[in-house]
């Protein structure tokens, strides 16, 4: 079955340039020229991944993206923006974006971007990566990471992770206890250039420490290591 992929765009001429490529890269297209309606097809059609403009009538993409995550619906989000503009990139990735390109762009990037999220989402190939075995489970503390499944879990509950924040999480839990520079965690896990920008890492530290920590000021898990980065370990007992 082909891989179903929503974009949404008020720009028809984009609307138009992406469909074209991505059909003829194999991919099954939708498309909508604004929020309200951008964000019913993503209810109805239960696509497998957006490609959502910033700048939309209606609903912006920030307003789609943030009512998408709100109602529990982690479809990967990739979003575009005409704007080079720092504050957009971080608020985007904060209301649960899982990746970020800056117009003008090259259809081939675009499904360069989108083929790499299927693959890391599993969805396209139904494969996991070559360094995790199947039937793996890790277990730090209360934690449980099943990356076959990219399902997580604390006491038992499951945990709503995004993509960036999933794959985060697993990466500091199959190094536990070691120290993971910002840079480090930045490649492994945007493993493209993403302008350097390290305050990406700090935004979904926060936000895993919010949905694993119970107290996010004096975590138990996810421990900072001033100067150098982050580090994930057991929890000490009392």
């Keep these: 079955m082909k891989n179903k992929?929503?974009?949404v765009d008020d720009e028809q001429s984009i609307v138009t340039?992406?469909?074209?490529?991505?059909?003829?890269?194999?991919?099954?297209?939708?498309?909508?020229?604004?929020?309200?309606?951008?964000?019913?097809?993503?209810?109805?059609?239960?696509?497998?991944?957006?490609?959502?403009?910033?700048?939309?009538?209606?609903?912006?993409?920030m307003e789609v993206c943030k009512q998408l995550r709100q109602e529990k619906i982690m479809t990967p989000i990739l979003m575009l923006t005409a704007k080079d503009d720092e504050f957009d990139k971080i608020l985007g990735l904060e209301l649960g974006a899982d990746d970020y390109m800056?117009?003008?762009?090259?259809?081939?990037?675009?499904?360069?971007?989108?083929?790499?999220?299927?693959?890391r989402t599993q969805i396209q190939t139904g494969n996991i990566e070559e360094t995790i075995k199947n039937d793996e489970k890790i277990e730090i503390g209360d934690l449980i990471v099943i990356p076959e499944k990219y399902e997580a879990y604390s006491k038992g509950q499951h945990l709503e992770l995004t993509l960036k924040e999933f794959?985060?999480?697993?990466?500091?839990?199959?190094?536990?206890?070691?120290?993971?520079?910002?840079?480090?965690?930045?490649?492994?896990?945007?493993?493209?250039?993403?302008?350097?920008?390290?305050?990406?890492?700090?935004?979904?530290?926060s936000h895993l420490r919010e949905k694993i920590e119970e107290d996010t000021k004096k975590p138990v898990y996810i421990k900072t290591i001033r100067g150098l980065g982050y580090k994930l370990e057991e929890p000490k007992g009392e």
């Design 5 to 7: 992929i929503l974009v």
């Design 17 to 61: 340039l992406l469909q074209y490529n991505l059909e003829q890269a194999g991919f099954e297209v939708i498309t909508a020229m604004d929020g309200e309606e951008g964000k019913q097809m993503a209810e109805l059609e239960s696509p497998d991944i957006i490609v959502l403009d910033l700048m939309l009538p209606k609903l912006d993409g």
């Design 102 to 119: 800056i117009k003008p762009f090259s259809p081939r990037e675009v499904i360069a971007r989108v083929k790499a999220i299927l693959r």
């Design 167 to 205: 794959e985060l999480l697993l990466y500091l839990a199959q190094n536990k206890s070691r120290v993971m520079t910002r840079d480090q965690l930045l490649s492994a896990v945007w493993n493209y250039d993403f302008a350097g920008d390290t305050r990406i890492v700090d935004v979904h530290i």
